[in-house]
């Protein structure tokens, strides 16, 4: 059950979906996964899949810190201090995901100038410049964009 919720959190395997993660890890945390209640405590601190409620989440991470999950007596011990995320967050987050929008929108990178030629393709085209007479060294000028020739 707890594998499941975390399948559904993640969303890695099957679609996300954090309401059924959190109903997956409540029948786990109900049945003593220390694991479970401690992911539980986490949802109900943050909001995600249930409401938001300090009481229960503290609830949550009293019953998996009695079995041992030092994660959970961590949030036991911070409790006074837990406060929602600072508006210097909120930006550094937002101004993240619109750098990724921008990424994910943005021109690709300008072609190469000059013609690509894989070594096939080079290959033939270097044999039939000596069938008609060139020799095996012989290079030609090269033109670029500017027009200037490059030997």
């Given at each position: 059950?707890?594998?499941?919720?975390?399948?559904?959190?993640?969303?890695?395997?099957?679609?996300?979906?954090?309401?059924?993660?959190?109903?997956?890890?409540?029948?786990?945390?109900?049945a003593g996964n220390?694991?479970?209640?401690?992911?539980?405590g986490k949802l109900?601190?943050?909001?995600?899949?249930?409401?938001?409620?300090?009481?229960?989440?503290?609830?949550?991470?009293?019953?998996?810190?009695?079995?041992?999950?030092p994660y959970a007596?961590?949030?036991?011990?911070?409790?006074?201090?837990?406060?929602?995320?600072?508006?210097?967050?909120?930006?550094?987050?937002?101004?993240?995901?619109?750098?990724?929008?921008?990424?994910?929108?943005?021109?690709?990178?300008?072609?190469?100038?000059?013609?690509?030629?894989?070594?096939?393709?080079?290959?033939?085209?270097?044999?039939?410049?000596?069938?008609?007479?060139?020799?095996?060294?012989?290079?030609?000028?090269?033109?670029?964009?500017?027009?200037?020739?490059?030997?």
């Open positions: 059950m707890y594998r499941l919720g975390k399948e559904y959190l993640e969303g890695s395997t099957v679609s996300k979906d954090t309401a059924r993660a959190a109903d997956w890890f409540t029948k786990s945390a109900e220390q694991y479970a209640q401690y992911m539980l109900c601190l943050t909001g995600q899949g249930l409401p938001r409620d300090q009481v229960q989440a503290m609830m949550w991470f009293s019953r998996s810190a009695a079995q041992g999950n007596q961590f949030f036991l011990e911070q409790r006074n201090d837990l406060r929602p995320p600072s508006v210097m967050l909120a930006v550094t987050q937002l101004l993240y995901h619109m750098s990724r929008i921008f990424e994910d929108n943005s021109v690709p990178p300008a072609i190469p100038v000059g013609q690509q030629v894989d070594r096939k393709l080079r290959r033939k085209i270097q044999e039939k410049k000596i069938a008609m007479g060139h020799k095996p060294d012989d290079h030609e000028e090269e033109q670029t964009m500017g027009g200037m020739t490059m030997g």
